[in-house]
């Protein structure tokens, strides 16, 4: 209402005297000034004007114009009524605000007669443009202006300049007086740097022809007075944008409201004006871990203030809550009360993690509200009106205002660099009658995935409730440990989750019951240290609804139970009602009344359906039971023991893999092996041997129950060595066995009481006698096994050696043929040949020993392919005699670092650059010295070993 009066004033405020006669003639202005001498209005400006009409009513008004922008205001305050009028022209909608709250949106093009005082101006693409400066304030436009003189106006110096002007949209006859400051003029809020006449008044005289609409002419005599005048828009966030806390209808320009990520961290403030009370929580959300975890304060009857973990599993449907002092943990059926301000379709019975978009309340109803300042912060801000909050007090709104601060993109923040553009900054709520406001701040906006160690309840859990295992990895081929740790350790740590939940996806594992893997780095290879916890107490699984009428004729199966809890395993774990044919997603816990019995029993009926997805298990005349339902459809419930299996069958298929791909650059980390980290390896009550469970432990075979490495024997021989390790399972002892990388290691011994594991470089055939033979003893408890006679060759299957054949012998089977070559005494046997004789039920194999690796002859025509035969040579450290603690005190001919004593004796084998005949391993180091000589020729007379207990020694024996 203001508006139509304002845009009366300024155009109709007329005498009701008649005017035949133009009110001026352009002719008569004279002489006709320069244009290009005439003050220069600026393109964006803001101003107060005092209008003043016929000298009868004056008006104030603050005028605000951005061409550049196409962008303009205009604010009024009369007597008690403020309005606002906001044009968007690159947008085609212009806001009318009411004193501060009625907000109303309509198109500048369709509502042109309404208020027409920007102008409309359609450009050539069809878009509208606001009038240009000079056309707004009509000053040196399309007519004459003259140049009058040098005046004062309210005491400042002015240049006067007037014109005579036809206003065709009006049909009006104008004599224009325009007052600008002088040149020289300084006002009070002048901007001298930018030296510019600003304009200080306006008088209009004149006729406008309302012969159509009334029959006769008016005339008019307004004057505008300019105060304070900018050639600029200051503070442009505070303008052009609609009032905090309103909703403008009919608006229909959204924006495009930035992204929100997958996974994201940030700290949220709370704030609630009706109860003035403020809530700090860190929140960690990653939606494609199904994952929400909240750091906060404890309330209520537990330690006020304990600082609180809570984890909401949304793959299994529990939650948990663990004080970070004590260590406390309580695990719980999903809900979602920690939600500080939710909406209320959100209290479904089946839970579902919202995703981005939903946990920060966004959805198609939003429209963009301009940018704002929000904590020094320039934020563009999109508005909805809502009606499904779930309030946090008591007060009822017919509707809420949201409002959502996103930070402006392309805006670079110098006092904060963890803030990132298109960040969310705040979202504000208010009611519609303005008295209840909830604020959420959102500070130190993180668009990168937690990560998975961030949502870690394994503490929830105690050690029979774990599965704790190992599983090592080989490097890929030119990688060694200093790279691995400077490139790929980080990476490795975090896709380590996703072999173990592609082996497990039939199983709907949730993420979180993997134990944060821990890396361990060595010369040769890692070892993951990891596992896996139990699936939670099955109760938690379901939640309780009291005192429900039931239809029981819907239950798919039914059992007698003495509690609730046998019900939920019932409905978790019988596989016999998890089928494909059949889901047990909700129970009823009915009171057995017709049963005589010292104890309550129960009936417990199972369904296939709940409450979320069949609405129809609930009637009027329904037996009153406890209903449970699941909190999440999808189904965590498989054991730790089950899942360890599945996961070490992919480990020993060759199918675990943690695969790096980059630029072109593709490398694959394959597991070689699995073992449990915590085997509980005591022996049974009647002293069984302990049992292991990898492909290392598997290697070995028990040789007595009751012998030990005799350190003090061993200690005196140079040529053998030993380690120790006590606290470790047997299976981690045959892999320190198997990957021991400064000896060949045969032999082991294990106690485990004290879980004390003994390795050394003592032969097979060394240990051949155990009776009489000093470096072992007798020991109770101590259990000695050697490596198994065929794991000392390497296979090459479909291969055979056609010369270097020796002996041939007819075996059943390749371990006897192995255990014939180590026997062999006219010769050192290192190779044999296994061939399929077919003439012969019993003996199915013809076992033919060879003096000679097959890497001797690689190269050699007579090495070929045959479908009936396998190759088996021995490793090239066979050839080589171990002198422990020595080097020998000449320049080696070559080095290589970071390899094993098995790779070193391989590379001395085949060197063709000089005939290698003997090599130092650096155990410090795993640095590997080749040499031509060796201490047993006759070539080089200076050549000795010297101690150094730090380095191996090793000769060949073949190139003597």
């Known amino acids: 209402m203001l508006y139509r009066k304002l845009f009366y004033f300024v155009y109709f405020m007329v005498t009701k005297c008649l005017a035949e006669e133009p009110y001026c003639i352009k002719e008569s202005i004279s002489p006709v000034a320069d244009p290009t001498t005439l003050p220069k209005l600026p393109s964006e400006f803001q101003t107060r004007v005092q209008a003043t009409f016929n000298k009868e009513r004056t008006v104030e008004f603050l005028l605000v114009y951005d061409y550049y922008d196409q962008k303009a205001e205009i604010i009024t305050q009369e007597e008690i009524e403020h309005d606002r009028r906001v044009f968007y022209y690159d947008k085609n909608e212009y806001f009318s605000i009411k004193n501060y709250r009625e907000c109303k949106v309509k198109k500048i093009n369709e509502s042109f007669d309404e208020f027409n005082f920007f102008g409309l101006i359609y450009g050539p693409d069809g878009t509208i443009n606001m009038k240009p400066v000079n056309d707004l304030l009509h000053f040196n436009n399309e007519f004459p202006h003259m140049y009058v003189g040098q005046e004062v106006y309210r005491g400042i110096p002015v240049n006067h300049y007037r014109s005579c002007q036809d206003w065709s949209e009006l049909n009006a006859n104008f004599l224009i007086d325009f007052y600008f400051s002088a040149v020289e003029f300084e006002q009070s809020v002048g901007f001298p740097e930018l030296n510019v006449q600003v304009p200080v008044a306006t008088v209009i005289k004149g006729y406008i022809d309302l012969s159509a609409k009334i029959g006769r002419s008016v005339s008019i005599e307004n004057t505008y007075e300019y105060f304070e005048f900018r050639p600029f828009v200051e503070r442009k966030s505070d303008l052009y944008v609609q009032p905090d806390g309103v909703y403008c209808h009919n608006q229909t320009f959204k924006g495009e409201m930035p992204p929100i990520p997958k996974s994201f961290s940030f700290t949220e403030e709370i704030l609630l004006n009706d109860k003035q009370t403020a809530k700090t929580t860190k929140v960690y959300y990653s939606y494609d871990l199904k994952t929400i975890r909240y750091d906060t304060l404890a309330t209520g009857n537990y330690r006020q203030n304990a600082p609180l973990k809570v984890i909401h599993d949304f793959n299994s449907g529990i939650g948990y809550v663990i004080d970070e002092f004590l260590g406390n943990c309580s695990i719980n059926p999903l809900n979602n009360e920690q939600d500080s301000i939710s909406l209320a379709d959100s209290a479904g019975l089946a839970l579902t993690i919202k995703d981005p978009n939903q946990f920060f309340f966004i959805d198609d109803s939003y429209f963009y509200a301009g940018q704002r300042l929000e904590r020094g912060i320039t934020c563009d801000v999109f508005v909805s009106k809502r009606t499904d909050l779930k309030a946090l007090s008591d007060k009822q709104s017919d509707y809420w205002v949201f409002e959502i601060y996103f930070m402006a993109i392309g805006q670079v923040m110098e006092s904060s660099e963890s803030e990132h553009p298109g960040a969310p900054i705040a979202i504000k709520i208010t009611s519609s009658d303005a008295k209840t406001k909830y604020i959420i701040n959102i500070y130190n906006f993180n668009p990168i995935e937690p990560s998975i160690k961030t949502f870690d309840v394994s503490q929830c859990y105690k050690n029979k409730e774990k599965a704790e295992f190992a599983i090592s990895f080989d490097y890929p081929q030119d990688i060694d440990k200093v790279s691995f740790k400077k490139i790929f350790e980080k990476y490795v740590e975090k896709k380590f989750y996703e072999p173990i939940l592609s082996a497990l996806s039939l199983y709907n594992l949730s993420p979180l019951r993997i134990i944060p893997p821990e890396i361990k780095v060595s010369n040769n290879g890692f070892v993951i240290y990891t596992g896996l916890t139990n699936y939670a107490p099955p109760i938690n699984h379901f939640r309780r609804l009291i005192g429900v009428k039931i239809d029981l004729q819907h239950a798919v199966n039914k059992i007698e139970s003495s509690s609730p809890e046998n019900c939920a395993y019932q409905c978790l774990k019988d596989t016999a009602y998890n089928t494909n044919f059949y889901r047990c997603l909700s129970f009823d816990l009915c009171l057995n009344t017709d049963i005589v019995s010292k104890s309550a029993t129960f009936t417990c009926s199972f369904y296939n359906s709940s409450f979320s997805t069949d609405p129809s298990l609930i009637i009027e005349n329904g037996t009153l039971c406890d209903h449970y339902s699941k909190n999440v459809i999808t189904f965590d419930s498989v054991g730790k023991e089950d899942a360890f299996r599945v996961i070490e069958d992919a480990v020993l298929k060759g199918l675990f893999n943690i695969d790096y791909e980059t630029n072109g650059l593709f490398i694959s980390f394959k ?290």
């Open 671 to 960: 597991a070689n092996d699995i073992y449990p980290a915590t085997l509980d390896a005591s022996p049974d009550s009647i002293g069984k041997p302990p049992q292991g469970s990898s492909s290392f432990f598997q290697k070995f075979r028990l040789v007595n129950e009751s012998f030990d490495l005799n350190l003090e024997r061993i200690k005196e021989n140079n040529s053998i060595q030993f380690r120790q390790r006590k606290g470790v399972s047997i299976d981690e002892c045959s892999r320190l066995c198997s990957k021991e990388l400064a000896f060949r290691c045969d032999v082991l011994t294990f106690e485990p009481i004290l879980k004390e594991c003994k390795w050394s470089s003592i032969s097979i055939d060394f240990l051949s006698n155990l009776d009489g033979n000093s470096y072992v003893a007798k020991k109770d408890g101590f259990f000695l096994y050697l490596r198994d006679i065929i794991s000392l060759f390497t296979e090459f299957p479909f291969t055979t050696a056609t010369r270097g054949d020796l002996i041939e012998l007819i075996v059943q089977n390749k371990e006897e043929c192995a255990y014939e070559c180590t026997e062999e005494k006219s010769f050192k046997c290192k190779s044999f040949n296994l061939c399929d004789n077919p003439r012969d039920e019993k003996f199915k194999y013809r076992c033919l020993l060879s003096d000679k690796h097959i890497h001797v002859d690689e190269k050699n025509p007579d090495l070929i392919y045959s479908p009936t035969c396998k190759h088996f040579t021995r490793e090239s450290i066979d050839d080589f005699k171990l002198v422990a603690g020595y080097q020998l005190n000449v320049n080696p001919q070559a080095t290589y670092s970071n390899t094993s004593v098995e790779r070193c004796a391989s590379v001395c084998s085949y060197m063709e650059a000089f005939v290698c005949r003997s090599f130092d391993y650096m155990v410090n180091t795993n640095d590997c010295w080749l040499f031509k000589e060796n201490v047993k020729d006759n070539i080089h007379t200076n050549v000795e070993l010297v101690l150094n207990k730090n380095s191996n020694h090793y000769s060949s024996q073949i190139k003597e």
